[in-house]
């Protein structure tokens, strides 16, 4: 069984920034991608941002290119979500997963996730 761990999440005005951090254990990480996924109130979760075992590919939403950086640290099982220039559009839940599929629905198992809230 996998068990995530999400944190970092909080309160802040349109145009600050955030890091969250996803914490993974319960089996074996090699060579799977990690992703960030979100739910807003009232809507489904949804893809934010991936990235390789290795690192040298990362992928994001269009709505958050270019303002989102997903890392990783292999030799402690994290995943990193740099968020700059936030939007009000930005809140949500953000959930991190292991795994190869974009489609949230595919996962069985979710960390509690961690609330970000952009004020206007």
């Known amino acids: 069984q996998v068990r995530l761990v999400e944190s970092g999440g909080g309160l802040v005005q349109a145009g600050g920034s955030l890091r969250l951090s996803c914490a993974a254990s319960?089996?074996?990480?090699?060579?799977?991608?990690m992703r960030w996924f979100r739910q807003a109130p009232g809507k489904e979760r949804e893809f934010v941002a991936s990235i390789t075992w290795s690192g040298g590919r990362t992928n994001y939403a269009d709505s958050v290119k270019g303002r989102f950086t997903i890392s990783r640290d292999n030799s402690k099982n994290t995943a990193f979500l740099q968020m700059t220039s936030l939007k009000p559009e930005d809140t949500a839940i953000y959930y991190c997963?292991?795994?190869?599929?974009?489609?949230?629905?595919?996962?069985?198992?979710w960390g509690q996730g961690t609330q970000v809230t952009v004020s206007s």
């Open positions: 319960g089996r074996t990480f090699s060579s799977v991608p």
């Open positions: 997963n292991v795994g190869h599929s974009v489609v949230p629905s595919d996962y069985i198992y």
